[in-house]
């Protein structure tokens, strides 16, 4: 009987052992996860969706939020209702006005947009190119139309989270042309690299601007040092898409 006790205690032993190597493993590989996350949330901040700007990436895809609010230069703003079925009445392709091919020019001497179909003028105005970033000087063509997106990025005090930027047209990389709601200083730089328009003048360029269609490409967007009606572009090492 004794022989039977002693062998029956040692396995008892033998288990509470590995139960307890067990226990302590668990314990160590629960901690180690807690601490690899939460290293990871600190150290690695995740970026939000943004165009323009080198401290982000882009978020190239229809995005509409009419519950939420804006943030620029640390203030509060409130970004314009988007009503999409309204939105997707407008032309994707753009308005015809007027025989010739259609040209968006941006002199970046004046802070002035011209948009020409042949020699016919169509518009002029006032638009704020990059301060935080440069604008890119070259000639581009509209690869993507999108009715609305959000853009952010920057960081301190030129952080930015702007929902719902309206009537967007991308010209090159995640470079655009866009309304601007956040502020009212057109005729001075104001952006981190895109070309702000006010919302009325944004619309009524959407609307008539081409995008891509098969192998034709979207209106061509030329971005200039400066500029002399109606096609003389001035630029100093242009880029070319």
Same mark, same amino acid.
């Given at each position: ?40 949330? &600190?150290?690695? @901040?995740? +970026? =939000?969706?943004? *165009?323009?700007?080198?401290?982000? !990436? /882009?978020?190239?895809?229809? %995005? #509409? ?16 209702? &988007?009503?999409? @079925?309204? +939105? =997707?009445?407008? *032309?994707?392709?753009?308005?015809? !006005? /007027?025989?010739?091919?259609? %040209? #968006? ?137």
């Amino acid at each position: 009987m004794a022989k039977k006790i002693k062998r029956k205690t040692k396995r008892v032993s033998v288990k509470k052992s590995y139960g307890i190597k067990y226990l302590k493993l668990s314990l160590l590989a629960t901690v180690s996860c807690v601490i690899v996350f939460t290293a990871g949330n &600190i150290l690695i @901040k995740p +970026e =939000l969706p943004c *165009a323009n700007s080198k401290t982000c !990436t /882009s978020d190239l895809s229809v %995005h #509409i939020d009419n519950n939420a609010t804006g943030i620029f230069e640390g203030h509060t703003v409130t970004p314009p209702k &988007i009503n999409l @079925k309204r +939105e =997707l009445a407008s *032309a994707v392709l753009g308005a015809s !006005t /007027s025989a010739g091919q259609k %040209h #968006i020019y941006i002199d970046l001497s004046t802070e002035r947009l011209y948009a020409y179909q042949g020699t016919t003028e169509f518009m002029a105005t006032y638009i704020s190119s990059g301060k935080w970033d440069p604008t890119p000087v070259g000639n581009f063509h509209i690869w993507e139309k999108l009715i609305a997106t959000r853009m952010a990025g920057g960081s301190g005090a030129d952080a930015y989270n702007l929902p719902n930027v309206p009537n967007v047209m991308y010209f090159y990389e995640d470079y655009g042309l866009h309304g601007a709601y956040w502020h009212n200083n057109f005729g001075h730089p104001m952006s981190h690299g895109c070309i702000n328009e006010r919302l009325v003048d944004a619309k009524k360029l959407y609307d008539w601007a081409d995008g891509p269609s098969g192998n034709t490409p979207g209106t061509e967007v030329s971005v200039c040092n400066s500029f002399t009606a109606p096609n003389t572009c001035v630029q100093n090492n242009p880029i070319n898409d």
